[in-house]
T-cell receptor, first 111, second 117 residues
Framework: DGGITQSPKYLFRKEGQNVTLSCEQN?????MYWYRQDPGQGLRLIYY???????QKGDIAEGYSVSREKKESFPLTVTSAQKNPTAFYLC??????????FGPGTRLTVT | AQSVAQPEDQVNVAEGNPLTVKCTYS??????LFWYVQYPNRGLQFLLK??????LVKGSYGFEAEFNKSQTSFHLKKPSALVSDSALYFC???????????????FGRGTQLTVWP
């Protein structure tokens, strides 16, 4: 999965709790992305960051927050405000040739 | 609005037969087109891309795709399918935009390919 690590692979939380998903890359890429995948809906962009200390909302940012304090790291926090947080979350980074490299994903289950 | 359409949720083919997974797109500038493959509970793996140049692009595992500007399509093809090709395939598009959206990908909903023995 190309130098991008996501942890943990499976995550279980109770409703009402915030949870942070880790994404680390050693590819020296400037741009990083968070996607959410639900069955039959493809990938939807949550947040993205072009450079350190800067990030933009994607198409479904409500209930999520991110930070980009280091080039290698782009953690995603799923807050209690996210109404349907159970999903498969994918992190990616991009090189200068437009290609995105994906991590192995984190499957979050909230009960 | 930018978009990608994969008109078939599922494609079923017999091993050894040719396969096609369809993709059409809509962007406001010159498109950059990608195909990715996903195996169960895994991340996406890059297969191939079209940025510029030859319309026929060859990628990993014997896959190829043809960029057709007039039909705004980028169908994925393979001459002889393998059972191991069974997976979820995503088409994605980006475009030549120097604004804040540079580099973001729009994905289709995915096509589940099943190759039976």
């Amino acid at each position: 999965d190309g130098g991008i690590t996501q942890s943990p692979k499976y995550l279980f939380r109770k409703e009402g709790q915030n949870v942070t998903l880790s994404c680390e890359q050693n590819l020296n890429h400037d741009a990083m992305y968070w996607y959410r995948q639900d069955p039959g809906q493809g990938l939807r962009l949550i947040y993205y960051s072009q450079i350190v200390n800067d990030f933009q909302k994607g198409d479904i940012a409500e209930g999520y927050s991110v930070s980009r304090e280091k080039k290698e790291s782009f953690p995603l926090t799923v807050t209690s405000a996210q109404k349907n947080p159970t999903a498969f979350y994918l992190c990616a980074s991009k090189d200068s040739a437009y290609e995105q490299y994906f991590g192995p994903g984190t499957r979050l289950t909230v009960t | 609005a930018q978009s990608v359409a994969q008109p078939e949720d599922q494609v079923n083919v017999a091993e050894g037969n040719p396969l096609t997974v369809k993709c059409t797109y809509s962007v406001s500038g010159n498109p950059y087109l990608f195909w990715y493959v996903q195996y169960p509970n895994r991340g996406l793996q890059f297969l191939l891309k079209y940025i510029t140049g030859d319309n026929l692009v060859k990628g990993s595992y014997g896959f190829e795709a043809e960029f057709n500007k007039s039909q705004t399509s980028f169908h994925l093809k393979k001459p002889s399918a393998l059972v191991s090709d069974s997976a979820l395939y995503f088409c994605a598009v980006s475009w030549n935009d120097r604004g804040s959206t540079l580099g973001r990908l729009y994905f289709g909903r995915g096509t589940q390919l099943t190759v039976w023995p």
